[in-house]
């Protein structure tokens, strides 16, 4: 079965580095675009970042110059490599799968998700 199950994370100070993996199996991972969301309590879930098919990237404003997102398609892995976090990186951070090899951070419509990971910044 399909399966993308995140891991890498916890908690930080503000201005403190985490990365964030995602492993998938299930799918042929490199068909696949991907991307990570955020949902934050309250609020509606957001894209992060997606990475398409052959490696191009698209960041939401709120996180580009801060956050790198990359794959391993050896690995069938996601990464997100978060820099200089803030209070309101706070949320649960999903990793998805997408059939479009070129979707970009509004055009992005996953397929699969993942079961999520917590990421908290403390002031």
């Known amino acids: 079965q399909v399966q993308l199950v995140e891991s890498g994370g916890g908690s930080v100070q503000a201005g403190g580095s985490l990365s964030l993996s995602c492993v998938a199996s299930?799918?042929?991972?490199?068909?696949?675009?991907l991307g990570w969301f955020r949902q934050a309590p309250g609020k509606e879930r957001e894209g992060v970042a997606v990475?398409?098919?052959?490696?191009?990237?698209s960041y939401a404003d709120s996180v580009k110059g801060r956050f790198t997102i990359s794959r391993d398609n050896a690995k069938n892995t996601l990464y997100l490599h978060m820099n200089s976090l803030k209070p309101e990186d706070t949320a649960m951070y999903y990793c998805?799968?997408?059939?479009?090899?070129?979707?970009?951070?509004?055009?992005?419509?996953?397929?699969?998700w993942g079961q999520g990971t917590q990421v908290i910044v403390s002031s």
């Open positions: 998805a799968a997408d059939r479009h090899f070129w979707p970009t951070i509004a055009t992005i419509t996953p397929d699969y």
């Open positions: 990475i398409a098919t052959g490696g191009s990237t």
């Open positions: 299930g799918f042929t991972f490199g068909y696949y675009s």
